[in-house]
T-cell receptor, first 114, second 114 residues
């Protein structure tokens, strides 16, 4: 079956540091890949997405590139802020007859200190 | 454009009771999916409704059910509540744009079973 594996947290960084969160996936076919962010007490917000190999999704300084050869979709940000403290989820959508069925990773908590 | 609205935000119920959660999707979105989020199991897919029909179902017992109305609003029902049903229940409203799907989440309903 489909699965998503992401690095365990918490990841603790100082403000302005470089952030990488690793995400690898297993899926049949050509899934779409997503990063969602969850702030405390909130639901999930779509951060970025990529729908085919070599696509780069980007938003709010975050980037991720769909790498089919390594089945990866690592999230990066060059200079984090305290406001980036949240839990980040990597997810995939691989079912042709579904618009809303996502397979999520376990989530990675990021803590940014001033 | 209004986002996904889930009501209520918080709920406390007693073991053995039943509960109904509501989700109003983004206008024009025909797909509504439900997820359960717990610290131990992470984000798990419950089911998806599309144009009033359930078209995907996760691995949950029959105590968990749902429905979708003609205006795309959806309800989720859990009967005979157990302590383990305590969780954040998230609703996702999905659409397809340019051949690619996107799912947008509500803020969730926090259910506590005592």
């Amino acid at each position: 079956g489909n699965s998503v594996t992401q690095m365990e947290g918490p990841v603790t960084l100082s403000e302005e540091a470089f952030l990488t969160i690793n995400c690898t996936y297993t899926a049949t076919g050509y899934p779409s890949l997503f990063w969602y962010v969850q702030y405390p007490g909130e639901g999930l917000q779509l951060l970025l997405k990529a729908t085919k190999a070599d696509d780069k999704g980007s938003n709010k300084g975050f980037e991720a590139t769909y790498r089919k050869e390594t089945t990866s979709f690592h999230l990066e940000k060059g200079s984090v802020q305290v406001s980036d403290s949240a839990v980040y989820f990597c997810a995939l959508s691989a079912q042709a007859d579904s618009w809303g069925k996502l397979q999520f990773g376990a989530g990675t908590q990021v803590v940014v200190t001033p | 454009k209004a986002g996904v609205t889930q009501t209520p935000r918080y709920l406390i119920k007693t073991r053995g009771q039943q509960v109904t959660l509501s989700c109003s999707p983004i206008s024009g979105h025909r797909s509504v999916s439900w997820y359960q989020q717990t610290p131990g199991q992470g984000l798990q897919f419950l089911f998806e409704y599309f144009s009033e029909t359930q078209r995907n179902k996760g691995n949950f017992p029959g105590r968990f059910s749902g429905r979708q109305f003609s205006n795309s609003r959806s309800e989720m029902n859990v009967s005979t509540l157990e302590l383990g049903d305590s969780a954040l229940y998230l609703c996702a409203s999905s659409t397809k744009r340019q051949g690619n799907t996107e799912a947008f989440f509500g803020q969730g309903t926090r259910l506590t079973v005592v």
